[in-house]
């Protein structure tokens, strides 16, 4: 932090540089005077610390002429009751009187503005730099025991849990926490892969397999070899390619399309879904004996909502994050912004979160983000309808202006053709 000290008596001012040089994370440049001081000082300084009675142009004239653009901490062996009167209406944070310890002055550094905002920074940037996630309740934290000790097998693990509860962010740790950290790890959104597209993009063609097969490639199970690979949104895998899964699942090999030789691989698998499997078995979407392989262990990710000590704490990391990204000052809730954020369901979970304090920071005005910024009772009124429900009316409406069309219908909402067949007989359009 770049603070300037604006003195003009040389004993104070040298003590002052000489006792702040046992704080390091303070960098002091000194002035004997503010007209130098106006000269010099630029948005690299974050704090002025002067003195009230200079000659020339004294602290007051000074204040006023850095117009706003500082944070100040004023200094003075004379101060009167109409002074310091002055000095806070122009904004001054602190009023130090003479002699006083450095101690004293590094306090009042430390209670500005700017340096909170820098401790607030580190404070969360810390949390969230170890694991991924963004705070932690007692549910969470139970659960990532269990996830940690999963982690050091190879086993097959299935996460389960609403959309948006941050299924990919577990794949992750789980795959930091085993001994396959190094090796790579591989995310594959089976719902954004078109059905005829699936079975070569996990397990590779050879030249030749068909028309568009120029050059042989290998699949992304082939790229994970030795790590991890995560199939995100498993219960939209076409029945057909089921069957190839589990078999190497089993068998721990791949055969690529158009080939008839079969290479050995070395996996985690992780899969994750927000579908009840169990339903989809019934109804003969997905197989049972993929289903056991899949499941050897189950963990269940809680919703946003039964995890209302997180709310907060994920809030503020995502704050930071956009301010940082748009380039905009380190804005901060209102006391109100965070009780509406506390009490809304957030039925999209996390990912709703980021999307609802993303637009905050981009729309509020100021560097505080007030309910009116967030927008959440207005959600809370559409929430009256269940999102299964606003999903059927969605893609009615989409069918029918489609005139029925599958294909078509399904790059408009883009899913794939086999997601909105499911969708189709589980609405009963």
Not at 97 to 114: G, Q
Not at 255 to 282: M, P, Y
Request: net charge neutral; with cysteine; charged share 30%.
């Amino acid at each position: 932090m770049k603070i300037a000290i604006v003195e003009d008596d040389i004993n104070m001012r040298k003590s002052l540089e000489i006792a702040m040089g046992d704080y390091p994370e303070f960098k002091i440049v000194s002035f004997k005077n503010a007209r130098d001081a106006l000269k010099k000082i630029d948005d690299t300084f974050e704090l002025i610390v002067t003195d009230i009675n200079m000659p020339g142009m004294d602290g007051i004239e000074f204040i006023k002429e850095l117009n706003g653009r500082f944070e100040v901490i004023i200094m003075t062996g004379n101060a009167t009751l109409s002074r310091a009167i002055e000095s806070i209406q122009l904004g001054v944070k602190d009023f130090l009187l003479k002699p006083f310890e450095v101690e004293t002055l590094v306090k009042a550094i430390k209670r500005s503005d700017k340096v909170q905002k820098t401790v607030k920074k580190f404070e969360l940037k810390r949390k969230t730099d170890s694991d991924g996630f963004l705070a932690r309740s007692p549910e969470l934290s139970k659960l990532l025991n269990i996830t940690e000790r999963a982690a050091k097998t190879d086993a097959s693990i299935l996460l389960l849990g609403e959309s948006g509860v941050g299924k990919e962010v577990f794949a992750h740790y789980i795959h930091n926490h085993s001994p396959r950290a190094k090796k790579p790890f591989i995310a594959i959104n089976m719902a954004a892969i078109p059905d005829n597209l699936i079975e070569s993009e996990l397990f590779g063609f050879e030249k030749g397999a068909f028309t568009d097969a120029t050059e042989a490639r290998a699949g992304q199970f082939e790229a994970a070899n030795g790590g991890t690979i995560f199939l995100d949104e498993i219960a939209e895998m076409p029945f057909g390619v089921q069957a190839k899964l589990l078999r190497t699942i089993q068998e721990r090999e791949i055969r690529r399309l158009g080939s008839s030789k079969s290479t050995k691989i070395d996996i985690r698998l992780i899969s994750a879904t927000n579908a009840n499997l169990a339903k989809n078995i019934t109804s003969g979407t997905f197989r049972e004996d993929l289903y056991y392989r899949l499941n050897t262990i189950p963990l269940q990710i809680p919703p946003l909502r039964e995890r209302k000590e997180e709310i907060l704490g994920i809030a503020d990391v995502i704050l930071l994050q956009n301010c940082q990204r748009y380039g905009f000052e380190t804005k901060t809730f209102s006391e109100q912004a965070r009780k509406q954020m506390l009490s809304y369901t957030w039925p999209g979970n996390i990912r709703e979160l980021i999307s609802v304090v993303e637009r905050a920071v981009i729309l509020s005005e100021g560097d505080e983000i007030t309910p009116e910024a967030l927008f959440l009772e207005s959600r809370g009124l559409k929430e009256e309808k269940s999102i299964a429900s606003m999903e059927r009316e969605l893609i009615a409406e989409v069918l029918e202006d489609r005139d029925g069309k599958l294909d078509d219908a399904a790059k408009m909402l883009g899913m794939t053709q086999s997601a909105l067949k499911k969708k189709i007989e589980t609405y009963n359009l």
